[in-house]
């Protein structure tokens, strides 16, 4: 099955920066829009930021100037860049995106597997 897979997750101190990122591990079909959620201990997981296929974006109101996230639509990669780091962004970031396994197929939920983000203070 077609996955995503991020990398850029890693321990960093308070006010520092990471960048994340996630591509499908195959091809997915008609992406229309990719987003980042994250889930620290203890919490539900929560919509972080968005970016529709017109480049529209959304975030969360807690990374609102911080986090900034980006899209390749040629390779179908998007890119989430974190600033000024707290250590309540501490949390398992996934990558989410809604497709087609194959050009004719019904849409689906396409989700990483999670990259670690630690922020220390």
């Known amino acids: 099955q077609v996955q995503l897979v991020e990398s850029g997750g890693g321990l960093v101190q308070a006010g520092g920066s990471l960048r994340l990122s996630c591509k499908p591990s195959?091809?997915?079909?008609?992406?229309?829009?990719m987003a980042w959620y994250r889930q620290a201990p203890g919490k539900q997981r929560e919509l972080v930021a968005s970016i529709t296929n017109r480049g529209s974006t959304n975030y969360a109101d807690s990374v609102k100037g911080r986090f900034t996230i980006s899209r390749d639509y040629a390779k179908n990669t998007v890119y989430l860049q974190m600033d000024s780091l707290k250590s309540e962004d501490t949390a398992v970031y996934y990558c989410n995106t809604q497709g087609r396994p194959a050009s004719w197929a019904p849409r689906e939920d396409y989700w990483g597997q999670g990259t670690q983000v630690t922020v220390s203070s």
């Open positions: 195959g091809t997915i079909f008609s992406i229309n829009a």
